[in-house]
C-alpha cells in the first residue's frame, strides 16, 4: 500500500510540474501577444495624434499688399494647433511658377506678417499663391488671382483722402513766414491767400506729390476761364505711406472777386512714388467756396 | 515468481517516471519551438504595422505645365515620423515613372518634386496617386 501511494505521489508531482509548465508558457504566450498589441496601439494612438493635429490646423490668408515689390501677406491661425509653414508656390497669371521655402511658426490664435518672400513683383502683375504647413496642409487667398496694382484705400476712387474736415482746407492771407491759417470755405473777397489742404495718403507707400504741375484751380460757377483763379503748389512733398499732411500752394495769382463770389475748387495732384519715375494726376475732390 | 514481480515493478516504475519526464521534456521544447516560431512571425508582422502606422505622405500641390511637352509637376511631403519610400505614381489609373531617381526615399518632413510628361486636358480632371513600398497612398484629384 505505501509503495501504491509512493508511486501515486511521484506522478502527482511530476504532472503538476508539466501542468505548470505549460500554464506558464501559455500564459507568457497570451501576455507577449497583449505588450505587442498595446506598443502597436500606443503607435497607431500617435498617428491618430498626428492626424487630429493634420485636421486641425487653420490658417487665413488676409491682407496681401498691393505695389508691394515682393510678396507680403498676414497669416491668421484660427485652428488649434501651431502651425509650421515651410513652403511658398508662387504662380503668375501668365503660367510662370516657383516654388520658395519658408520658416515661420505661427500659434493658435496669432497672426503673422510674412513680407518679402517668393519672386520679385512689379505693379502690373496678377499671381496665385498657395503656402504649405509641415503638416501637408495647403492654404490659399480667398481670390484667385491676386492684383499687385496698387489700389486707393477705403473705397474712395482716388488715391488721396481729403476728409472734408472744417479745418483740412485752409487759407492764409500773410505769406511764410507768418501765415495765418484759416478755414478756406470762406476766404475773404478781394484777396489773394496762400492755400494749404490736408491729405492722407492711402497707399502702402510713400508719394511724392510734384510741384510743378499740381494746383488749385478756382473757377466761378459761372465757369468762364477769364474768372479763374489759380494757387500752385509750393514744394514737392513726401507723403509717408498711410499717413497724411498739408500740402501748401503758393499764394492766388490774382484776387478773389467780390463778397458773396462762388467757386468751384479743382485740385489737381500729380505724383509718383518713391521707387519708380512713372507720373500719375488725379484729383483729390471737388471744394467750393465762397467769398465773404 | 513475488521477487522477480517486485524487482520489475520498480524498475518499470522508474523507467516509466523517466520516459514522463524525457517526453514531457520533449513535449514542452516542441511547444516552445512552436511558440517561439509564431512570437517570431507575430513580431515582424507587428513590426510591419508599425512601421506602416508610422508612415504617411500627402501630395501638397500639383503643376500642370503647358510645355511642350506637357507636363504634370507633383509636390510630395513626407509627414509621417518614417522614412518613406515612393515606389508608384498613378495618373488615373496608369503608372507612370518619373524623372529623375525612382523609386526616391524620402526623408521625414522633407518634399520631392517628381515630373512626368503628360498630355494633359484643360478641364479634365486627374485622379493622382502615389504609393510607397509600405503600401501607403497619397490620393486627390486635380484638375488644370
Known amino acids: ?292 | 515468481m513475488k521477487q522477480k514481480a517486485a524487482v520489475s515493478t520498480i524498475v518499470a516504475t522508474i523507467l516509466m517516471i523517466n520516459m514522463a519526464i524525457v517526453m514531457g521534456g520533449i513535449m514542452i521544447a516542441w511547444a516552445m519551438g512552436l511558440i517561439g516560431s509564431y512570437q517570431g512571425g507575430t513580431q515582424i508582422q507587428y513590426m510591419l504595422m508599425d512601421e506602416r502606422v508610422q508612415e504617411a505622405i500627402t501630395v501638397e500641390c500639383v503643376w500642370f505645365e503647358s510645355g511642350p511637352p506637357k507636363k504634370i509637376t507633383f509636390f510630395v511631403r513626407n509627414i509621417g515620423v518614417r522614412e518613406a519610400k515612393l515606389t508608384t505614381l498613378y495618373v488615373n489609373g496608369t503608372s507612370y515613372t518619373p524623372n529623375g531617381t525612382w523609386p526616391y526615399t524620402l526623408t521625414v518632413g522633407s518634399r520631392v518634386t517628381l515630373l512626368v510628361n503628360y498630355t494633359w486636358t484643360s478641364g479634365a480632371i486627374y485622379l493622382i496617386t502615389i504609393a510607397t513600398t509600405r503600401g501607403n497612398k497619397a490620393h486627390g484629384e486635380w484638375t488644370p
Open chain 1, 1 to 292: 500500500m505505501s509503495l501504491i501511494r509512493k508511486r501515486r505521489g511521484v506522478s502527482g508531482i511530476i504532472s503538476g510540474v508539466f501542468l505548470v509548465a505549460v500554464a506558464v508558457m501559455i500564459f507568457n504566450v497570451l501576455a507577449w501577444q497583449f505588450f505587442q498589441y498595446d506598443a502597436y496601439h500606443r503607435i497607431a494612438l500617435e498617428r491618430d495624434q498626428r492626424e487630429w493635429g493634420r485636421f486641425n490646423e487653420r490658417l487665413a490668408i488676409l491682407e496681401i499688399v498691393a505695389g508691394a515689390q515682393y510678396l507680403n501677406f498676414t497669416v491668421r491661425n484660427y485652428g488649434s494647433v501651431s502651425a509650421h509653414i515651410v513652403t511658398l508656390y508662387f504662380e503668375f497669371i501668365n503660367g510662370t511658377k516657383s516654388v520658395h521655402s519658408l520658416n515661420v511658426w505661427i500659434g493658435p490664435g496669432t497672426t503673422k506678417r510674412i513680407a518679402n518672400v517668393g519672386p520679385k513683383l512689379t505693379t502690373t502683375d496678377k499671381y496665385d499663391f498657395m503656402i504649405a504647413t509641415e503638416r501637408g496642409n495647403t492654404f490659399r487667398p480667398s481670390e484667385q488671382y491676386v492684383s499687385n496694382e496698387i489700389r486707393p484705400g477705403q473705397g474712395q476712387a482716388m488715391p488721396f483722402i481729403f476728409g472734408f474736415g472744417y479745418t483740412d482746407f485752409q487759407y492764409s492771407i500773410n505769406g511764410p513766414p507768418n501765415y495765418d491759417w484759416q478755414p478756406a470755405w470762406r476766404p475773404p473777397g478781394q484777396s489773394r491767400p496762400y492755400f494749404r489742404i490736408f491729405i492722407n495718403n492711402t497707399y502702402p507707400k510713400d508719394v511724392i506729390v510734384l510741384a510743378s504741375d499740381s494746383r488749385m484751380s478756382f473757377v466761378l460757377d459761372d465757369f468762364q476761364a477769364s474768372n479763374k483763379r489759380l494757387s500752385s503748389l509750393s514744394s514737392s512733398t513726401t507723403i509717408s505711406a498711410n499717413s497724411g499732411l498739408y500740402l501748401y500752394f503758393t499764394q492766388l495769382d490774382q484776387k478773389f472777386g467780390g463778397p458773396g463770389s462762388h467757386y468751384y475748387v479743382f485740385i489737381e495732384i500729380f505724383y509718383k512714388f518713391t521707387d519708380s519715375p512713372e507720373i500719375y494726376g488725379t484729383t483729390v475732390g471737388i471744394l467750393a467756396v465762397y467769398t465773404i
